[in-house]
């Protein structure tokens, strides 16, 4: 066992050190540390040792561990994890992931279709000179950048994914009875997909309700001062987990636990510079896509109006990111028929995706700071939202652990819906696939989103909207449309996230 | 409609005007607004006519004036309340304000007080007040002519503001940054076909040229304030303010100097221009701000910029207190429009007397309508029934959204309190600090 122990930790280190080899600031870390082999405090004599000390003095380790964090969240335990579902054989969740990608190709093929109705070539076009000279006068103010978009819609908006998710067969789907073809007892139940129950939930956000230990006198702004100083990656990550984050540290603490921390260096800024380059000089269908969203969404948003011209820069360098592509673990299925290409990113833009970035102007007053986090963000959460994917945590299962709660905590409200002929999931599906955003104030929805990445979760978007529709019950029960329910749950402006998530977890 | 809603009142004291053994409130509005009408007719009361025995008024501030008139021989009784105090225009007043704040200073200074002191004299102008320079350097035209030239001269490169004294909302404004053209608008105002408007005082005031810009946006704030009495002074500022945006990109480019859309922020200019959006209006809630302000420069210069927000409206309602008839039965709230400085420091722009109630989007009217609600509940006392001998202390459950900015007869209790008992402790006193 111990032996088996050690191989592993081996073979994990091995791979982590093939990794960080292969990474785009190998050579730079590499360098300073030959450069630390070389101090007067390293002796040649007790390298090991000393060297060691030194690489810790100057805080490359901790820079090194920051590293290694992110390289274990992102690849290498999804990486194991596909490989053993591969080996089993007969995989029960097959027909999602061919729905995965086909649901992928149809979009992509959307978007090819709309190219040739606008005979625009699909994989751009040298943007005009003139074009061009007007997008960088512009640049700093693109919501004065007029083109005609009367044209372009949306591709897809979060209604076209719930009515795919709501028509997904599984093997294990009883044929269904024709003499009762109302609304389905159950519309996710038949998935095999495992999500947690309340209990479940409980132990997974304890941090929430531990009492501070009376050895711990120092307010929170200093505690979290202390944790940056720190510059550890779980760190900040763990400070997050109590929902009680200063504002004024945020954007900090979430930069160090989804990228690169405060330490900002020159690849970030060429790699910014090279994608703004690539919006000037190709003209891209996306662009059009980029900016209709953005003014059918943000622009309309009396919370996030003002930063309209800081989310066109965003999402048109976003569209450009070939990392973006890398970084996203799509479903993998082989489905017959054509692959249809998509933009550089291989994200095609849906209605309200601007909205994911929205929250981060918030927390940034620099477009390159907001933008890494924010890209972080999305390979790591949204775009779990917005695809079809067997992921613990995809909008799948979320839809799933939204079910089983309402059925097992609110029964009547369960039933309620039923009689009515309700899918109770079709009043909640805006929330979950926008994790709230456009929907709670600014305020609450950071607070909602310090704990997606405290505990790396996004279950608590199910949790919550659980939570929304227990808290408003008795109006809800009086109600009996559709519009009514959904006129109950439009405005969340009164609503306070931290409060209410503490309460619906430790009552019985 | 009515609901059938009477309210026991008993005499309280000899003297009463109106003795009533049952009372039932009647209002009077000059305004046919909903945000008005729905808060009077939830509280149960009946509109009757200016003509009737009316019990609160919410009127325009001419007939308010009309009501105070020595010619018109109205007495109001002890059960009466009217939304706006006699000569508010010392506030409101474009020129009377700065006339009421620039004597406030010199006041100040005859009597020794550390709040006038000045910094040392720089190159670029004349010694400023160090806590009391809150608002742009304006003056009276065409009276101050000559000391707006002398000022003008220090500093040609500056861009001034015009405008009229009496107008509101944005109406006859315009920017000057050349000598020559307040010349020649004056020559002109001065023609035979402009008679009306050479009788018009302007006020020029040094423009605020390096605003804070959010999303590369000028924007102005506009809060709530509201003045139950003036002696004492007692003042409680609305939480929900919000910051009205310009649609169009600030630009300080001369060409831009004409355009208006990018330098006024008054609702009723930006929705003439072409990007006016219907959903929001320009309008971004001071939360927001506040919550933007902290993410991106940390909660000290947040926190010092909202203090000296307060601290800038406590001084100028100190500044006109004194001129003030402090009728007993009025209140008022005030508009204030202030501009943040990219040094995150506010500028008072100006005081209105009568900001709108018309509601803009959605959220301006849940705004509107809760403000009209949490009015109603500090100048009423606790039964509910307007009577001017109520000491006008409501309780912190009456506040609601209103935070208490001073009661100078509160504050005034509390120091007593602390002199019989030096023992006790402090509690920050709510009340003096702006002492």
């Known amino acids: ?508 | 409609m009515f609901k059938k809603y009477k309210l026991k009142k008993t005499p309280r004291r000899a003297g009463n005007a109106v003795p009533h053994e049952r009372m039932r409130i009647s209002f009077c509005t000059d305004l046919d607004k909903s945000v008005l009408v729905n808060n009077f007719e939830k509280r149960g009361w009946s509109q009757v006519s200016p003509d009737d025995d009316w019990n609160f008024y919410w009127a325009s501030v001419q007939t308010c004036r009309n009501i105070f008139s020595v010619d018109s021989g109205y007495r109001m009784h002890d059960n009466q309340m009217i939304n706006h105090f006699p000569n508010h225009y010392e506030l409101s007043r474009k020129d009377l304000l700065v006339k009421n704040i620039k004597r406030y200073r010199k006041d100040l200074e005859r009597e020794g007080n550390p709040l006038a002191e000045r910094s040392e004299p720089t190159a670029a102008g004349a010694p400023r007040y160090v806590y009391l320079d809150f608002v742009p350097i304006t003056f009276v035209l065409p009276a101050d002519y000559n000391m707006f030239v002398e000022e003008y001269r220090k500093n040609p490169q500056s861009t001034w503001i015009m405008k009229p004294c009496g107008k509101s909302q944005g109406a006859g404004i315009f920017l000057i940054n050349k000598l020559s053209k307040l010349k020649r608008w004056s020559r002109e105002a001065k023609g035979p076909f402009h008679q009306q408007l050479s009788k018009e005082s302007y006020v020029i005031s040094k423009y605020i040229d390096n605003p804070l810009l959010i999303g590369g946006k000028k924007f102005d704030l506009r809060l709530y304030v509201l003045v139950t009495s003036f002696r004492p002074l007692k003042a409680y500022l609305f939480k929900q303010g919000f910051c009205r945006f310009c649609t169009v990109k600030y630009d300080t480019s001369v060409t831009e100097l004409d355009n208006m859309y990018v330098h006024l922020t008054n609702v009723s200019v930006q929705k003439h221009g072409g990007e006016y959006n219907n959903l929001h209006g320009g309008k971004w809630s001071v939360q927001n701000l506040a919550l933007y302000l902290e993410g991106t420069r940390g909660k000290e210069v947040t926190d010092r910029l909202f203090g000296s927000i307060a601290w800038l409206i406590v001084h100028s309602l100190r500044a006109v207190a004194p001129v003030m008839a402090s009728d007993r039965h009025c209140f008022e709230c005030y508009g204030y429009d202030i501009i943040i400085d990219n040094n995150l420091k506010p500028w008072l722009v100006e005081v209105n007397a009568s900001p709108s109630l018309t509601s803009t989007t959605v959220t301006d009217r849940i705004l509107k309508y809760k403000l009209i609600d949490n009015i109603l509940s500090v100048v009423l006392p606790p039964d509910g029934v307007p009577d001017v001998r109520w000491n006008k202390i409501p309780s912190a459950d009456a506040l609601g959204n209103f935070d208490l900015l001073l009661d100078e007869e509160l504050a005034a209790q509390e120091e007593q309190a602390q002199t019989a008992q030096p023992s006790t402790k402090g509690r920050g006193g709510g009340g003096n600090r702006w002492k």
Not at chain 1, 413 to 433: A, C, G, N
Request: aromatic residues 10%; neutral net charge.
């Open chain 1, 1 to 508: 066992m111990e032996e088996l122990r050690d191989a592993s930790i081996h073979h994990t280190a091995q791979k982590l050190a093939v990794a960080i080899k292969a990474m785009k600031n190998y050579d730079e870390i590499f360098k300073k540390v030959q450069i630390l082999a070389c101090s007067p405090g390293v002796d040649k004599n007790d390298l090991r040792n000393t060297l060691e000390d030194a690489i810790k003095s100057t805080g490359l380790e901790t820079e090194i561990r920051n590293i290694v964090f992110h390289l274990v969240r992102n690849t290498l335990i999804t990486e194991t994890k596909s490989q053993e579902k591969i080996g089993h054989g007969a995989d029960p969740l097959a027909y999602l992931r061919r729905s995965a990608v086909q649901w992928d190709r149809r979009v992509r093929k959307s978007l090819n279709a709309m190219c040739a109705e606008l005979s625009m070539p699909l994989h751009g076009q040298p943007r005009a000179v003139m074009d061009r000279d007007e997008l960088i006068s512009k640049w700093e103010e693109l919501s004065n950048y007029t083109i005609d978009l009367s044209n372009y819609r949306p591709v897809y908006a979060p209604k076209d994914l719930l009515d795919v998710l709501l028509s997904l067969k599984g093997p294990q789907k009883p044929p269904e009875d024709t003499e009762f073809v109302q609304v389905p007892n159950w519309e996710f139940s038949h998935i095999e997909l495992p999500v947690k129950n309340l209990f479940e939930l409980r132990l997974l956000f304890a941090e929430l309700f531990r009492k501070e230990g009376t050895t711990n006198n120092l307010d929170l702004p200093t505690q979290c001062k202390r944790i940056l100083d720190t510059k550890q990656a779980p760190l900040c990550q763990h400070f997050l987990k109590k929902g009680r984050t200063p504002a004024p540290f945020r954007g900090e603490l979430w930069s160090f636990v989804l990228s690169h921390g405060s330490y900002m260096n020159g690849q970030e800024c060429d790699h910014w510079a090279r994608l703004r380059n690539k919006v000037l000089t190709t003209d891209h269908i996306v662009d059009k896509l980029i900016f209709k969203d953005i003014q059918l969404t943000a622009s309309n948003d009396d919370q996030y109006f003002v930063f309209e011209d800081v989310l066109y820069q965003i999402m048109l360098c976003f569209s450009r990111d070939t990392e973006i592509a890398n970084q996203i673990q799509f479903e993998k299925y082989p489905v017959k028929g054509r692959n249809y290409e998509g933009p550089p990113s291989g994200v095609v833009p849906f209605h309200g995706i601007c909205m994911f970035a929205a929250p981060f102007c918030y927390l940034y007053d620099s477009s390159i700071n907001l933008y890494f986090t924010f890209r972080a963000f999305y390979i790591r959460y949204c775009h779990r939202l917005t695809t079809i994917n067997t992921h613990p945590q995809g909008i799948v299962s979320l839809c799933l652990l939204f079910e089983k709660l309402l059925q097992t905590h609110e029964p009547l409200l369960w039933s309620h819906f039923r009689e009515l002929q309700i899918q109770p999931i079709r009043v909640v599906f805006k929330w979950l696939m926008r994790a709230f955003s456009g929907h709670l104030p600014p305020d609450q929805l950071l607070i909602l989103w310090d704990l997606i990445l405290g505990y790396d979760s996004l279950e608590v978007l199910s949790l919550f909207a659980i939570i929304i529709l227990s808290f408003r019950k008795d109006s809800l029960l009086q109600v009996t449309s559709l519009d009514n329910i959904e006129a109950i749950l439009a405005d969340l402006s009164s609503i306070k996230v931290l409060p209410l998530i503490q309460l619906a977890l430790c009552r019985d």
